[in-house]
């Protein structure tokens, strides 16, 4: 009996020991954490941003960055020190809202000591932090692009709310990469909804740096050339009768042809990418949304009809599948009857015999007419294929959104129209008019193809994602008849339709004149193109380039497109301008 009484006191003097331990500890150790939740206290999570990652050319220079900036956020009612506050503002009165409004959004630097002395204890009246995105060295903002905060589709994909999110051009078709990894803390408030304490649970992490092929000193040089090229474009219109333009429709694409690296790239009209970045969105936005000249488009990478300039394409067709040889003799003749038309040639005197390198270098319209003539309906589908092996019709490789254009074929008239494809719809094919479509990108990536007698670059606007190099892809393509079209690019610029502006250029280059005529509208208001690249000679010092610049309306390639090429090169091989002309 004693030994069981001795248990039972024993089991009791324990379990009350355990009971007085658990007491000490919640009274003690953690008297302030139970302290303050009997207080109405809570803990909530919330997310961190994570900075996007940097934008940079090619040399280490940013491009887009994020920065830390400062709103003054007010939810309604009255404040203290409104006196000094409105002044600040440039207020007369605080407005009357429901619910949190950003009252000054990146306020300045000189302003924050005051205001966060005015806004310490006010509950309705905050200074908040956010990152938003800025751009040092902003480029052609339809090339960029620009971030907004996610929308509710994005939300759902898991987007915060107020995260930045890419929406277009490099920083939509890069957003994998920049995107960063939201980090979380912990965030102790009171019952009155004050913030006592924060705790990092996880840390963010930063989206990757991406490096471009861009360098920044030769894309301002392309940038300029475009807005330049306005006095070339009016001077032709006024010699037509044609009212002025106001602002340049065009894009200048400058490649690396050995390696597919794209060195400039500018698109007009631009934009400045900032304004999306603004919160509040600036009303300038929606007057860039509804701008007629659509300045939000990319032109590099639109279609258009490509006019002489695919007449490399006709050209290399004709060789390799044999229906003219290098020393095929076609006269160059004013004009010429096919179908019971008359086909025009753009000079309305006889020029004479030519070979394909004549022909390219003079343009001769009527050298083409009289070349596919031979087998109208047999060489268009060919055409379109040989197009396509140079690179025209389909997506260059860029890591942003391209469109293909169009390569007409007999089968796809059929499909698209139900009727068949006409003799004489071959004849205006062969120099670049009716349905063909290419984009500038295109034509660069064809030219690169073709100054390097055959291999075929994968243009690309990244050369590094993270520590990742992006490597250069090239592609065979067969032919036999390399050197031929090389000669006949040279000649445009010896003694061609180049020679006035290039003819004496320091470095020697080859090229081709475009001017495309667009339905519908009068005469000098075609597309004007130019293709050039260089050194067009072998032992030149200088390294290899080609820059492809095309206007939409802007009329005779030789007069617009071809002295922005030329600034471009000059930039680019560090040449005196003065030395250029």
């Not at 506050?85 to 630097?109: H, I």
């Not at 631009?270 to 936005?285: T, Y």
């Given at each position: 009996m004693t030994s069981r009484l001795y248990a039972l006191m024993l089991f009791f003097l324990l379990a009350f020991g355990l009971l007085a331990l658990r007491a000490w500890h919640l009274q003690v150790l953690e008297h302030e954490r139970y302290a303050l939740r009997s207080q109405g206290n809570y803990l909530k999570t919330e997310g961190i941003p994570a900075p996007r990652g940097r934008i940079l050319d090619r040399k280490g220079r940013?491009?887009?960055?994020?920065?830390?900036?400062?709103?003054?956020?007010?939810?309604?009612?009255?404040?203290?020190?409104?006196?000094?506050?409105?002044?600040?503002?440039?207020?007369?009165?605080?407005?009357?809202?429901?619910?949190?409004?950003?009252?000054?959004?990146?306020?300045?630097?000189?302003?924050?000591?005051?205001?966060?002395?005015?806004?310490?204890?006010?509950?309705?009246?905050?200074?908040?932090?956010?990152?938003?995105?800025?751009?040092?060295?902003?480029?052609?903002?339809?090339?960029?692009?620009?971030?907004?905060?996610?929308?509710?589709?994005?939300?759902?994909?898991?987007?915060?709310?107020?995260?930045?999110?890419?929406?277009?051009?490099?920083?939509?078709?890069?957003?994998?990469?920049?995107?960063?990894?939201?980090?979380?803390?912990?965030?102790?408030?009171?019952?009155?909804?004050?913030?006592?304490?924060?705790?990092?649970?996880?840390?963010?992490?930063?989206?990757?740096?991406?490096?471009?092929?861009?360098?920044?000193?030769?894309?301002?040089?392309?940038?300029?050339?475009?807005?330049?090229?306005?006095?070339?474009?009016?001077?032709?219109?006024?010699?037509?009768?044609?009212?002025?333009?106001?602002?340049?429709?065009?894009?200048?694409?400058?490649?690396?042809?050995?390696?597919?690296?794209?060195?400039?790239?500018?698109?007009?009209?631009?934009?400045?990418?900032?304004?999306?970045?603004?919160?509040?969105?600036?009303?300038?936005?929606?007057?860039?949304?509804?701008?007629?000249?659509?300045?939000?488009?990319?032109?590099?990478?639109?279609?258009?009809?490509?006019?002489?300039t695919f007449k490399l394409a006709t050209s290399y067709t004709l060789l390799e599948e044999g229906y003219v040889n290098p020393s095929t003799a076609l006269r160059c003749s004013p004009y010429i009857v096919f179908g019971g038309q008359v086909r025009r040639n753009w000079a309305t005197r006889d020029m004479g015999p030519m070979t394909v390198k004549e022909a390219i270098a003079w343009s001769c319209n009527t050298w083409y007419y009289q070349a596919v003539a031979q087998d109208p309906l047999g060489v268009v589908d060919r055409l379109a294929a040989r197009a396509r092996l140079l690179g025209l019709g389909e997506a260059t490789g860029l890591e942003i959104a391209e469109r293909t254009g169009l390569l007409p074929t007999r089968a796809w008239k059929r499909e698209a129209f139900k009727e068949p494809w006409y003799p004489g719809e071959t004849l205006s094919l062969a120099i670049g008019q009716g349905p063909v479509l290419t984009t500038p990108a295109q034509v660069a990536r064809m030219l690169s193809t073709i100054v390097n007698s055959g291999e075929k670059p994968t243009l690309h606007l990244v050369k590094r994602l993270g520590p990742r190099e992006v490597k250069p892809r090239l592609e065979p393509v067969p032919g036999r008849f390399w050197t031929i079209l090389q000669e006949g690019l040279r000649k445009t610029v010896k003694e061609g339709t180049a020679r006035h502006i290039l003819g004496s250029f320091p470095v020697p280059t080859g090229g081709k004149t475009g001017t495309a005529e667009t339905p519908g509208k009068r005469a000098g208001l075609e597309h004007a193109w130019y293709m050039g690249y260089g050194p067009a000679e072998p032992g030149s010092p200088y390294p290899p380039l080609v820059v492809v610049a095309f206007f939409e309306n802007g009329g005779e390639g030789s007069r617009v497109a071809l002295p922005a090429v030329r600034k471009v090169m000059a930039a680019y091989w560090q040449v005196e301008e003065a030395q250029a002309r």
């Open positions: 940013v491009i887009a960055q994020d920065r830390l900036v400062v709103d003054l956020v007010y939810e309604g009612g009255e404040v203290a020190f409104k006196e000094r506050l409105l002044p600040l503002l440039g207020l007369k009165e605080l407005p009357k809202v429901q619910g949190p409004t950003v009252l000054k959004a990146g306020v300045p630097e000189h302003l924050l000591p005051t205001l966060a002395e005015i806004t310490a204890g006010q509950k309705n009246l905050k200074l908040v932090e956010r990152i938003e995105r800025s751009y040092p060295n902003p480029i052609s903002g339809p090339v960029l692009g620009y971030v907004l905060q996610a929308n509710a589709e994005q939300v759902k994909r898991g987007y915060s709310p107020d995260e930045q999110v890419g929406q277009a051009g490099l920083e939509a078709a890069l957003e994998p990469y920049l995107r960063g990894k939201r980090g979380v803390k912990a965030v102790e408030v009171n019952v009155r909804g004050e913030r006592l304490r924060e705790t990092i649970l996880e840390e963010p992490t930063p989206g990757q740096d991406v490096v471009l092929t861009l360098d920044l000193d030769l894309q301002r040089a392309a940038e300029k050339a475009l807005e330049e090229a306005l006095a070339d474009i009016n001077a032709g219109r006024r010699s037509k009768g044609l009212p002025p333009a106001t602002r340049v429709k065009g894009a200048i694409v400058a490649v690396n042809p050995k390696t597919g690296e794209v060195l400039a790239m500018a698109s007009a009209p631009s934009f400045d990418p900032s304004l999306f970045a603004k919160r509040p969105v600036p009303q300038e936005v929606q007057a860039l949304l509804k701008d007629k000249d659509l300045p939000l488009l990319n032109r590099a990478v639109q279609p258009y009809t490509p006019g002489s």
